[in-house]
Structures are given as structure tokens and as C-alpha cells.
């Protein structure tokens, strides 16, 4: 602008035109206003994001609201709002202004489950010929939480019994407490409690009762993140299906009123208890920013947990796995032998890969069917709905033959 001003002001000169005089010094002037201007309007500023809705599920399209609010002096007619979204992402949105507030939006389309944090917001204030610009800091973090989808299942796929004919059987029901597992010798120190009268008169020496804890009368939903079991595009992957049959199971046991508890194995392996509306929450929560970063295979948490380590105290234990394995197998059989009762989701992540079913896994669906642990197999493009529900074992069994305890919705 300065260039055509100085270009004007001597054509002007050379040519005789003295009216274009003013012209030229107006051009000059325009640059210094326009900074003036947005330098008046250039003071600290309050943002405030707002929802549409206070649970969002995953897939739908998220408005945040804006309001950009400045204690006292003059406002823009317009403005702009540029957001960091995460690490990576911006997000641009033109603000306008409404009696003393400065309006606008953000729109995130069809977003995926997680955690998504807004912040390092800046205010862009410029003149309308674009002359001059300044850009306002806004201190200001908010976090948005995007949910798993949820599905009403009609009942659980385990209620149904084995789908090969056998009669619907009833899940252990076990109250907490300790059971009498056998009778040793008293140790020094023992408490006299424990001692078992009726063996030590006929032993003739103390004997002391040998307790084994039994499990608590509720059901564990165990997501299993692996990453080998992490296939297909994000939103869409195997373990986005998976996280998606573990809320709906959770989702299913809290309304039929039982105690249940929700475990992640991840990187940072995670419990939260459900005995009330209160807890859903929390557990959707921990579900919405689950992640299939495990250091190591389930089967090795497993084989911890039952030699002592962190034990799943419950009665039912519902695994759901996009990374199924002999040697998994082989521990959730052995669980299933320490008086658990156990059934598997199996999310088969070759196929949301685009390629067939893997031996080792489907060797080890067919044995834990016909050790008789129900087992629901989802497919990519499978209904997931239908394949947790008890009206698939029931589909299922017209014609699976020895394979009745699969549960597979096409």
C-alpha cells in the first residue's frame, strides 16, 4: 500500500495531476489507521466453549460453541478463533459480533472415541482491508470426551446356553468369603483360630485349616489391549469394536443389576468398579480413552494374576480379545478350572485387515468352545448387536453342530 502511494504521489507530480495528491497521501494514512484501529481493539479476552449435548458418542458431529467476552472497550464488528485441537490439529472459526459477545463455532465431523483437548486458542483481530493484524492469546483449556457406542443387547449371548442342543445352563452364582480347601500342621504364630479340632484330637497335634478365597458373586469384563490386535482404520478398527462389545456387555450387567467391574489391560492396567448408576460414568469414561498399547500379551497377565499377582476376584469373567492364541486359550482354560466362569468375545482382526482368519486363532476358538466356554465371534461388518445378544447362540445352534457354543453373527 505504501509502494502505491509512493507510485501514485509521483506519476502525480510528474504528470501534472495535482487531484490525485490527496489520493496518494490517503493511501499512505490507510496502513498507520489500520494499525491504530487494531491496536484499540487489541486488549486481554475471556473464552468460554460450550456443547450441544453433555454425552457424545462416538461418530456424531460435535458443535462447540464460542464466546469470546472482553471486560470494557469497542469490539470487533468481526473476528477469528483459532483452536489447537490435541497436538496436531487447528481448528478455524469465524466469530461475529452479537450485542457485547463475539459468537461462533467449532464443528468436528464424525468424530472418534478419546479425549479431545482444546487449547493454545488465539483471537485473530484484523482491519477489513487486511492491512493490519494482531493475534490475541487466550488462556484457556477445555476437554471434550468422546464416548464408545453402546448397544441394547437383548440379553447376553451367554444366557442362552450352548447352542448345540445342551440344556441352558446357570452361571456360578458364589457369595465372597473362604472356603476349606485342606488341613496342615500348625506353624508357630498361627492364630488359634484356625485350628482344626476334630483332626488335631485325632492326629494328636495341632492342626490348622488351610482357606482358599472364593470369588465374589459378580461378573469382570476384561479388554484385552494388545497390539496385535489393533486392525483396520482408526474408528473403524478391531479394537474399536472391541472397546464397543465391552461397554455394551458392561452396559448390559449394570441394567440387569449386577455387580460387575470393568478391567483394561493396557499400558497402565486399569479397574473400575460398577455398583450403581453412579459408576457407568466412570467406566464409559476409562473405555472412551482406552488404547491397545500393552507391553505384553494378555496370556502373560493371566498367568501373573493366577500365580498370585492381582487376582480377578469375580465369579464371570468375560474376555473380549481381538488377539486370540493357543497359549491365551490355554490360561482362560486354566481360569476356567480355578472356579471362574468364562466366556470370550472374539474380535477376529485378521479380517478387518482384509485377510482371512489365522489358524492359530480359530485352533483356538474351537478349543474353547468344545471345552464348553461360550464363545461370540464377530467378524468385520458383523452385526455386533446380534453377536453379544442371547438370540445368537440361539440362531447359531440350528446349524453349527459341534461348534454350538460359537455365537457368529454374519
Known amino acids: 500500500m505504501l509502494a502505491a502511494a509512493a507510485g501514485l504521489y509521483l506519476a502525480a507530480w510528474g504528470f501534472g495531476t495535482p487531484v490525485m495528491f ?13 494499525y491504530a484501529w487494531v491496536r484499540t481493539l487489541s486488549r486481554p479476552m475471556r473464552l468460554r466453549r460450550t456443547l450441544g449435548t453433555h454425552e457424545l458418542v462416538e461418530g456424531v458431529t460435535i458443535p462447540v460453541g464460542l464466546e469470546v467476552r472482553v471486560d470494557g472497550g469497542p469490539l470487533p464488528a468481526r473476528a477469528a478463533l483459532v483452536d489447537r485441537l490435541g497436538d496436531d490439529g487447528v481448528l478455524e472459526a469465524a466469530l461475529t459480533r452479537r450485542a457485547r459477545v463475539l459468537r461462533g463455532r467449532h464443528v468436528i465431523e464424525a468424530a472418534p472415541r478419546g479425549r479431545y483437548r482444546l487449547h493454545d486458542a488465539q483471537v485473530v483481530l484484523a482491519d477489513p482491508f487486511m492491512l493490519a493484524q494482531a493475534e490475541i492469546p487466550v488462556e484457556r483449556v477445555d476437554t471434550v470426551l468422546v464416548y ?21 445352563r446357570t452361571l456360578l452364582h458364589r457369595i465372597s468369603g473362604y472356603d476349606l480347601h485342606s488341613i496342615r500342621d500348625f506353624q508357630h504364630g498361627e492364630s488359634l483360630r484356625r485350628v482344626h479340632w476334630r483332626s488335631t484330637a485325632k492326629r494328636r497335634r495341632l492342626m490348622v485349616k488351610e482357606m482358599q478365597d472364593t470369588p ?36 448390559r450387567l449394570a441394567a440387569e443389576g449386577q455387580r460387575c467391574s470393568l478391567v483394561v489391560h493396557a499400558a497402565a492396567r486399569s479397574r473400575v468398579r460398577v455398583g450403581g448408576a453412579g459408576d457407568w460414568p466412570n467406566a464409559l469414561g476409562e473405555l472412551a480413552v482406552a488404547r491397545a498399547d500393552a507391553g505384553r500379551p494378555l496370556a502373560a497377565m493371566l498367568a501373573e494374576s493366577m500365580s498370585g499377582g492381582d487376582q480377578i476376584d469375580a465369579a464371570r469373567v468375560y474376555v473380549v480379545t481381538a488377539a486370540l492364541s493357543p497359549g491365551l486359550a490355554e490360561r482362560l ?25 489365522t489358524p492359530g486363532a480359530e485352533s483356538a476358538g474351537l478349543r474353547l468352545a468344545r471345552a464348553g466356554v461360550a464363545v461370540a465371534h464377530v467378524r468385520a461388518g458383523d452385526d455386533l448387536r446380534h453377536a453379544l445378544s442371547a438370540s445368537a447362540l440361539r440362531t447359531a445352534g440350528q446349524g453349527a453342530g459341534h461348534r454350538g457354543v460359537v455365537a457368529a453373527a454374519r
Request: aromatic share 6%; glycine share 12%; net charge negative.
Open 216 to 251: 465374589r458373586d459378580e461378573s469382570a469384563v476384561l479388554l484385552d489391549g494388545d497390539p496385535a490386535g489393533d486392525q483396520g482404520p482408526a474408528g473403524q478398527s478391531s479394537f474399536d469394536v472391541a472397546v464397543r462389545a465391552a461397554a455394551s456387555l458392561m452396559a
Open 148 to 168: 464408545p457406542r453402546v448397544y441394547d443387547l437383548d440379553g447376553l449371548f451367554t444366557d442362552a446356553g450352548a447352542a448345540g442342543g445342551d440344556a441352558s
Open 333 to 357: 482354560l486354566q481360569l476356567r478350572s480355578a472356579q471362574r466362569d468364562v466366556a470370550v468375545v472374539w474380535i477376529d482382526a485378521a479380517t478387518f485387515g482384509g485377510r482371512t482368519t
Open 22 to 34: 490527496p489520493v496518494a497521501v490517503g493511501l499512505a494514512l490507510a496502513p498507520a489507521l489500520a
